[in-house]
């Protein structure tokens, strides 16, 4: 690992310091040199050209102070690397650590929820005044029995497979960070497996289904579109929320949405159907939302059963439900596996294969194989 300290020169005339954390290069499954950088910024600035000697001297003790912590943080470092003990830190309770690694988790309601229900869970399990001091393997395959047989939901009612491998990980998440921050000097994560994830069923509409729906009467315009639309495109609910007319290309060839998505951050090239494009509407401004007045929340959810009891649909249909639709669609109606990986933006196709399992074909016709009997 080399830590080194470095500087960026800014538009305002100034440099702005961090330290860089290099572990090397590697070579990905694509052939394509990859390296293994993080960068930690001081927030501390300096002239690029001090003209006074007061600047000169604020700067000189800038300089100093950014040299400290990298001193610290190459301290840190081999404090881990060598298994030797930072008493301030091993001081620190688990706890509190873990509440500020949740805090930081904001990015998106989905996974601070996840870490808010697994530090519920912790709260449970361990003291609150429970150090670093005390966190080893042991402690950790501690928390995932107490995650198998002791937890329960609100409802009294037993973790699902799928619950207890998201908080595991979640804890593990922690376990993790807290060895790269020098409050474990050992990787613990590595001796410790993960629950197995649990297949859930991924519920999705027909076409004639989905063809009933559009038939049908819903209250709000903005819902049946954007729904529909997430139907024949596989957005997201967050990226369908945040699409804007800037990312929404008409092209001789047809149109395209471009947009980065919410989830993985991954840059995305859509290209959609007429139909699709059709309940769009009208262009307005290129920084106007796409899906204007459209709300998340248990009163659009409710409507969305609402919509499909009048269509005479009895699944418990969800927005996410859409995104679903589009999958099974597509692979019933000729799309590669691939292809539908790549218009899902899914980093795994693994991921994909799942959809696969539910217009299994060959299934289908071994169920008609065994002829009939006279009852």
């Known amino acids: ?117 697994a530090g519920k869970h912790l709260e449970r399990y361990c003291s609150p005044t429970l150090t670093f001091d005390n966190v080893d393997d042991e402690f950790a395959k501690g928390f995932k029995r ?38 474990l000097s050992d990787d613990i994560t590595k001796k410790i497996k993960s629950f197995d994830q649990g297949e859930s069923q991924r519920e999705y509409l027909v076409h004639s289904e989905l063809q009933a729906l559009a038939k049908a009467d819903c209250k709000y315009q903005v819902l049946k579109n954007a729904f529909i639309f997430s139907c024949l495109s596989g957005l997201r609910w967050s990226d369908i929320d945040k699409l804007k007319w800037s990312e929404v290309r008409d092209e001789d060839t047809g149109c395209r949405v471009i947009f980065r998505q919410k989830k993985t951050d991954g840059l995305e090239y859509l290209y959609i159907s007429d139909q699709a494009r059709s309940l769009l509407g009208e262009r ?50 000729g799309a590669d596996i691939y292809t539908v990986s790549k218009r899902l933006g899914h980093k795994e196709i693994r991921t994909t294969e799942i959809y696969t399992r539910i217009i299994d074909s060959k299934m289908k016709e071994a169920s008609e194989l065994i002829p009939n009997l006279t009852l």
């Open 1 to 117: 690992m080399q830590i080194s300290l470095k500087k960026k020169k800014l538009s305002s005339g100034k440099f702005s310091w961090y330290i860089e954390f290099y572990d090397g290069s590697y070579v990905d499954k694509n052939g394509t040199m990859k390296h293994n950088r993080s960068f930690e910024y001081l927030k501390l600035y300096t002239l690029q050209e001090p003209q006074t000697a007061i600047d000169k001297k604020k700067d000189k003790e800038t300089v100093q102070l950014a040299n400290q912590i990298l001193s610290i943080r190459k301290s840190e470092y081999f404090q881990g690397k060598h298994s030797i003990k930072n008493d301030k830190k091993s001081k620190t309770r688990f706890l509190d650590y873990y509440n500020e690694l949740k805090n930081e988790r904001n990015e998106s309601k989905g996974n601070y929820g996840n870490w808010d229900a």
């Open 146 to 183: 107490f995650l198998d047989s002791k937890s329960v939901t609100k409802s009294g009612i037993a973790l699902s497979q799928n619950s207890k491998y998201t908080y595991f990980n979640k804890f593990k998440a922690a376990l993790r960070q807290a060895f790269e921050d020098g409050f």
């Open 284 to 333: 307005t401004g290129e920084a106007n939302k796409v899906f204007k007045g459209l709300k998340y929340g248990a009163h659009f959810n409710a409507e969305i059963l609402r919509w499909c009891m009048r269509a005479g649909i009895t699944k418990h249909i969800t927005f996410h439900s859409a995104r679903h639709t589009n999958a099974v669609l597509l692979l019933e109606n």
